[in-house]
């Protein structure tokens, strides 16, 4: 018998998500192959959070040092850790306790059944780890080159908003469109503040609106 826990998590930023679609869909799984799901762990924080900084993650992997624990089932490679290197690095915690990660949106196994390293999979990781964290950044520098073409463009008075103005939403949407966008491609309250050199509590007020 296969003894699994399951680890979901969105960002603290990220109002709208939700790990409950995570956490069914990976307790469907573990029913379709017969794993007896052990626990749960859901956690809301930001994914450049450290180790140490995300509570729920911390309690799992104590937990498991004293279960007898087969599998952590995931739902993507970016619920495990912050960078390409700590994400490694939890994978090999995890399998230096013979636990193996299951990775749902790849169907990727860590470990095989005698719970040795799965070479293939590991390599296919890393380069997905790889890959996402090139198209990470060339995202961020295509956007902020973008706005800032946008600002030559314009200049800056379609940035911000005069003091003391009261304007409808619309309006407000309207003049932070560019935001507006961003964050419906889903970046991080953090990033949109940095491309678009406008304050989070603006970002916020946009998020509201849409």
Do not use: C
Request: proline letters at 1%.
């Amino acid at each position: 018998m296969i003894h699994a826990v399951i680890y979901s998590r969105v960002s603290s930023e990220s109002e709208r998500q939700d790990t409950e679609r995570q956490t069914n869909e990976l307790i469907d799984y573990a029913h379709r192959m017969g794993y007896t799901v052990v626990d749960t762990y859901e956690e809301k924080v930001s994914g450049f959070k450290k180790n140490e900084q995300r509570p729920v993650f911390s309690k799992m992997l104590e937990d498991i040092k004293t279960k007898n624990i087969d599998k952590v089932l995931v739902w993507e490679l970016s619920r495990i850790g912050r960078s390409v290197l700590q994400s490694l690095q939890n994978i090999q915690i995890l399998h230096d306790m013979k636990v193996g990660i299951y990775i749902k949106n790849f169907n990727l196994e860590t470990l095989n059944e005698d719970k040795t390293p799965n070479s293939l999979s590991m390599f296919m990781v890393q380069i997905l780890f790889a890959v996402a964290s090139m198209e990470s950044k060339m995202t961020l520098a295509r956007l902020n080159s973008g706005y800032q073409n946008h600002i030559k463009k314009y200049g800056t008075q379609s940035v911000g908003r005069k003091k003391g103005s009261i304007d409808s939403d619309e309006t407000i949407l309207e003049r932070h469109s560019d935001v507006a966008k961003l964050l419906k491609r889903g970046l991080s309250i953090r990033n949109i503040s940095a491309i678009t050199k406008k304050s989070t509590n603006t970002v916020l007020k946009v998020k509201k609106l849409i």
